[in-house]
Structure formats: C-alpha cells, structure tokens
C-alpha cells in the first residue's frame, strides 16, 4: 500500500508547476501548512510518525521490536 501512495503523490507532484506549489492550503489544512508544496515536502518523513506508533502498539501486545 505504501508503494501504491508513494506513486500516486510523485505522480500528483509531476504534475505541478512551481506556482501550483506556491498556491495556499485549503482549510481545513492552513492550519498546519501554508503552501502546497509545504504538504508535498511532509510526505517524504510522515511515514515515520506511524513507525513509531506501530512500534508501541506492538509492545503493548507484547510482542519484540522487530529492530
């Protein structure tokens, strides 16, 4: 699935020219971003954030960390 997202925002990001990426944020994202190209720029580490919540829930369970 990730391989799946991955593409379709390279592809969605292919398609933009610099001022699309210059373009304000709708609401209700303008509270965390303020241009287009500020969500782009997130995807790249936003993967990492549920990393680390898989992380607690697996030890919650009880299970070893995989790593």
Do not use: N, Y
């Amino acid at each position: 699935m990730f391989k799946e997202q991955r593409a379709g925002t390279l592809a969605a990001l292919a398609r933009m020219s610099d001022e699309d990426l210059d373009k304000p944020v709708p609401p209700p994202l303008d509270k965390m971003w303020k241009r287009v190209g500020d969500v782009f720029a997130m995807q790249g580490t936003h993967w990492v954030m549920h990393a680390g919540q898989w992380a607690i829930i697996r030890r919650k369970l009880g299970h070893k960390p995989l790593f």
